[in-house]
């Protein structure tokens, strides 16, 4: 069983930045897929970013290309969602989910309790 627990989330004007930290019960960051999701009240859960289980490969959602970034630190068992240039539609609560697959795109298993980022203009 992967647990999986966010932190980092919190209030921030609009143009700032934010570091999310998503921690893993074992040793899942490098060798599962690890995606942030997001939703934002009364839409739908999106894809925001992914890193591939062992090469590490990157994809991102074209709507936040360029100012986020995911990375992980296999020592410490995390992943990471550096969100910079932040803007009011970025507000949602973010989960953090784990996948045995290696496509970005599905068959994330795991998932998180979620933690909100509200962006005010």
């Known amino acids: 069983q992967v647990q999986l627990v966010e932190s980092g989330g919190g209030l921030v004007q609009a143009g700032g930045s934010l570091r999310l930290s998503c921690a893993a019960s074992?040793?899942?960051?490098?060798?599962?897929?690890m995606g942030w999701f997001r939703q934002a009240p009364g839409k739908e859960r999106e894809f925001v970013a992914a890193i591939r289980r062992s090469a590490g490969n990157t994809d991102y959602a074209d709507s936040v290309k360029g100012r986020f970034t995911i990375s992980r630190d296999n020592a410490k068992n995390t992943v990471y969602l550096q969100m910079n240039r932040l803007k009011p539609e970025d507000t949602a609560v973010y989960y953090c989910?784990?996948?045995?697959?290696?496509?970005?795109?599905?068959?994330?298993?795991?998932w998180g309790q979620g933690t909100q980022v509200t962006v005010s203009s």
């Open positions: 989910a784990a996948s045995e697959k290696y496509t970005s795109f599905g068959g994330y298993g795991y």
């Open positions: 074992r040793r899942t960051v490098s060798s599962y897929t």
